[in-house]
């Protein structure tokens, strides 16, 4: 079996890191066949498109799409948006997942293993905004469908791992949104007997988090919620630098480093390649290659502990040296 995986660098160290991850995957007794696209803001300066038509194509035609990142400028361009966001969209790559695992070293917590499960097309990111010079509004859109398919994938994934979901929403306020959220949420649990759902209200769950992240397993929510709690998590296990997510839809789905282009230190040959990497484990477990996406994790695990990372880790190794570390591991 071949597959075919569109590969996106972006910028700034998108260009660094997905590179890196390629070659990772192509050390693998896999056949894999690479298609590369171009988005974001370099591309939108040359060619006036921030995610062109050939690169839509592109991810059409291939079996799943790592994604490095692309920059933002800070305050609106006409014509530029955000590629990763339009792609979510445009594909309906309703899930976000993040994994957050406990890394050997010093800026991790011991004992976490837990996955976040982000609902990605709507609430407050649906995108409905209107504002006056005096008053601004964002309407927070939970639909029964959105809610039913991102929470039944939570449930799916439980029954892998330690078949608890946690489902985190604030309906004491937010009465009719996180009330219908919550009300679908537990209909869908019940189809999975041997899941055990709980409910958390979010606010007092992002402090458990700190508090006790190890009892939680699956943690399911809608997006500003999910993008928060998510960002806190990775926090936990050592940041940015190690942190993949994964972009699910029915047909395609997207796998990405959490962090950003990394204006500050790119073109310095010293961007940790391993969140990249770990994204490119996550593929390959989508593409049910299960045994691959382990040796990534074992490779990558294996290059930590023997302290070969970059300076965001504490290190004095490079991108190529930590490429090389975890391609030698895998072999
Ligand atoms: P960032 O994630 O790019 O960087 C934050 C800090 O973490 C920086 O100090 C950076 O050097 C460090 N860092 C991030 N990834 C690293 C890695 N792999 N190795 C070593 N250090 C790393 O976030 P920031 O600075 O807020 O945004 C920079 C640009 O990236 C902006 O234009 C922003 O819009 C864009 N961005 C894009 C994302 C995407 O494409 N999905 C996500 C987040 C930000
Ligand atoms: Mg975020």
Redesign the pocket.
């Known amino acids: 079996m071949s597959y075919r995986i569109c590969l996106i660098e ?5 260009r660094e ?1 997905i590179p890196a991850a390629r070659r990772v995957l192509e050390a693998l007794p896999l056949a894999l066949e690479f298609v590369t696209a171009e988005a ?2 370099d591309s939108f300066q040359r060619t006036g498109s921030a995610l062109p038509e050939a690169t839509l194509e592109a991810v059409r035609s291939a079996r799943a799409t790592l ?8 305050n609106p361009v006409a014509g530029y948006h ?3 966001v339009a792609l979510r969209r445009m594909f309906n790559l309703f899930a976000n997942l993040r994994p957050v695992i406990s890394q050997p070293i010093a800026t991790s917590r011991a004992g976490i293993d837990m996955l976040i499960v982000r609902e990605n097309t709507e609430g407050l990111y649906a995108g409905r905004e209107r504002a006056t010079a005096d008053e601004a509004v964002t309407e927070r859109v939970i639909t029964r469908r959105a809610s039913e398919r991102i929470v039944r994938l939570a449930c799916q994934q439980a029954l892998q791992r330690r078949k608890k979901v946690t489902i985190a929403h604030k309906a004491n306020v937010l009465k009719a949104t996180c009330g219908l959220f919550r009300q679908v949420a537990f209909e869908v649990a019940r189809e999975f007997p041997d899941v055990q759902a709980e409910e958390a209200l979010v606010d007092s769950l992002a402090m458990r988090l700190i508090t006790e992240p190890e009892r939680f397993d699956i943690i399911v929510t809608t997006n500003l919620f999910g993008d928060i709690l998510s960002d806190e998590a990775a926090g936990l296990v050592g ?3 190690l942190a993949p997510s994964a972009n699910i839809g029915l047909e395609q789905a997207v796998f ?10 790119a073109g310095k040959g ?7 990497v770990l994204a490119a484990a996550l593929l390959l477990q989508h593409l049910n290659e299960p045994a691959s996406a382990a040796k990534i994790r074992d490779g990558v695990d294996s290059v930590i502990r023997a302290g070969c990372v ?3 880790l504490g290190g004095t190794a490079t991108t190529a040296k930590v490429t090389n570390a975890v391609i030698e591991r895998i072999r």
């Open positions: 972006g910028d700034g160290i998108g890191v974001g803001w994604f490095g990142a692309v920059s933002s400028p800070l955000s590629p990763i940041g940015l630098g990405e480093p959490v962090h950003g282009s990394a204006p500050d230190i010293i961007a940790n390649p391993l969140a990249a970059t300076p965001d």
